[in-house]
């Protein structure tokens, strides 16, 4: 059973940073090619997938809509991947799911696996 384990969700006013951290364990098999990475979900919003990476790989997922903005990274040592959330906007305030497992396509968003992390808050507002 995949365990993922969230940290650095917290306020923040608009303009400032924060960074989420992912680890996982229990997981059995190689850890080459499997995709860790984040998605959100704001009140009355959809699902999104934010940013994934493959890890041991260079091959990362970020969204269109936090591009320019937020940074996926890998620690393959520790299983740990990071999402760097800089210049944060009000819109940016949502729940923010580490998952594995996930798909990155050639073309389109990033699809979720089966493991979830429990979610960490993540509110930007003055």
């Known amino acids: 059973q995949v365990r993922l384990e969230e940290s650095g969700g917290g306020s923040v006013q608009p303009g400032g940073s924060l960074r989420l951290s992912c680890t996982a364990s229990?997981?059995?098999?190689?850890?080459?090619?499997?995709?860790m990475g984040w998605f959100r979900q704001a009140p009355g919003k959809e699902r999104e997938g934010v940013a994934g990476?493959?890890?041991?790989?260079?091959?990362?997922f970020v969204a269109n809509s936090v591009k320019d903005r937020f940074t996926i990274s890998q620690d393959n040592a520790k299983k740990t991947v990071y999402l760097q959330m800089n210049s944060l906007k009000p819109e940016d305030t949502a729940m923010y799911y580490c998952?594995?497992?996930?798909?990155?396509?050639?073309?389109?968003?990033?699809?979720?696996?089966?493991?979830w992390g429990q979610g960490t808050r993540v509110t930007v507002s003055s």
């Open positions: 998952v594995a497992d996930c798909v990155i396509p050639l073309i389109g968003p990033m699809t979720a696996g089966a493991y």
């Open positions: 229990g997981y059995t098999g190689g850890i080459g090619r499997y995709c």
């Open positions: 990476i493959y890890i041991g790989s260079t091959t990362t």
